[in-house]
């Protein structure tokens, strides 16, 4: 029901923006976000928004460089990634659940999961 497009290899320093796209029932009342996980690491959260939609949120390490935006209307979440960095290479996947706010950075918060789409940023 979630699906992600967009990863691929940049350079350090470039820009890329990957796209989370949703079928089957609508998530504007829920809270969506960007997930990744490195190789041999735990699942982070990136960025999200709340269920309002009102809110935003990000990863200290990733505030300031990657934007969040919302389509409700095409059902669709997108992340803007620029000023990349080696670090940022992970497997990037969308969720969307009902969390309460003081939980949405916890990837248990989420019921749904799209399949994830590669980031290579090379040095």
């Known amino acids: 029901q979630l699906q992600a497009s967009g990863g691929g290899v940049v350079q350090a320093g470039g820009s890329l923006r990957v796209s989370c796209t949703a079928s089957?029932?609508?998530?504007?009342?829920?809270?969506m976000g960007w997930f990744r996980q490195a190789p041999g690491k735990e699942r982070e959260f990136v960025a999200g928004?709340?269920?309002?939609?009102?809110?935003?949120y990000y990863a200290d390490s990733v505030k300031g460089r990657f934007t969040i935006s919302r389509d409700n209307a095409k059902n669709a979440i997108h992340l803007q990634m620029s000023s990349l960095k080696p670090e940022d290479t992970a497997v990037y996947s969308c969720?969307?659940?009902?969390?309460?706010?003081?939980?949405?950075?916890?990837?248990?918060?989420?019921?749904?999961w799209g399949q994830g789409t590669l980031v290579t940023v090379s040095s």
């Open positions: 089957g029932r609508t998530f504007s009342t829920y809270a």
């Open positions: 928004f709340s269920r309002s939609g009102g809110s935003i």
């Open positions: 969720a969307a659940g009902r969390p309460i706010t003081s939980a949405i950075r916890r990837a248990q918060s989420y019921d749904y």
